[in-house]
């Protein structure tokens, strides 16, 4: 095999690897959507949100107004309520009268680590659930497992929404101290998440690509000219 050819296969089975140990720490960041500063105290007055994916996670973004508040003992950890609202599942939620985010199913609650699910009479804690939480500046960041959420049971559309509280979220409205994002509705994502395979394939071939073009502009840059060495 030719010099050239053998450096651009060795380009390419090196992007496969290291697109497989990389890929999850650069996943794309994607954008659900604004809310407007309405609550005094900017540490819980809810700004931007985002979300990302791998096959087995999922990622949440709060960023709030100002810098948020964290614990004494606990300092990655929100010192007041963040709660992370999904309807997984349509029609199978909460449809009590006064809930917040009415049809919801599954609640994540950053504050206290803990994933909820409707049973269909009340909230029960889903106690083998694992939620990483990370207070930085203006931002928190909640992962939790695919499988903690329900993910399986997604179908057609998802909806999420978010609620913060200077004391205990409460089921009748929102209060003066505390934040619904959005003010109604809900954030959709329209189809559910993402495919994960069309994702990394497509990022696996743009990495490809880019890197084979890079191994051709090489070798053409190292071949002697007119036959001289």
């Known amino acids: 095999m030719k010099p050239r050819r053998v450096l651009i296969v060795t380009v390419l089975l090196l992007s496969a690897s290291v697109f497989q140990t990389g890929y999850a720490d650069c996943l794309p960041l994607f954008y659900l959507g604004t809310d407007p500063d309405d609550i005094k105290k900017d540490h819980i007055d809810i700004k931007e949100l985002y979300y990302t994916i791998n096959d087995t996670h999922i990622t949440f973004i709060i960023t709030c107004y100002g810098e948020i508040k964290t614990r004494k003992k606990s300092p990655t950890l929100p010192s007041n309520e963040f709660q992370t609202c999904l309807d997984v599942a349509a029609g199978e939620g909460d449809s009590r009268r006064g809930a917040l985010f ?128």
């Not at 998440?193 to 084979?212: Q, R, V």
Request: charged share 25%; with cysteine; proline share 2%.
């Open 102 to 229: 009415e049809g919801a199913d599954i609640i994540i609650e950053a504050h206290n680590q803990r994933v909820y699910y409707w049973n269909g009479k009340g909230w029960e804690r889903n106690k083998t659930a694992s939620v990483q939480v990370e207070v930085e500046g203006n931002n928190i960041t909640i992962t939790c497992r695919l499988s903690d959420i329900q993910f399986e049971r997604v179908s057609g559309d998802l909806r999420i929404g978010f609620i913060s509280n200077l004391n205990k979220v409460g089921s009748r409205g929102v209060n003066k101290g505390q934040d619904r994002a959005p003010d109604s509705g809900w954030y959709t994502l329209e189809g559910g998440i993402p495919d994960l395979n069309l994702l990394e394939s497509s990022a696996a071939g743009l990495l490809g690509f880019l890197l084979a073009s890079w191994a051709r502009r090489t070798s053409r840059r190292s071949r002697p000219r007119d036959g001289k060495s």
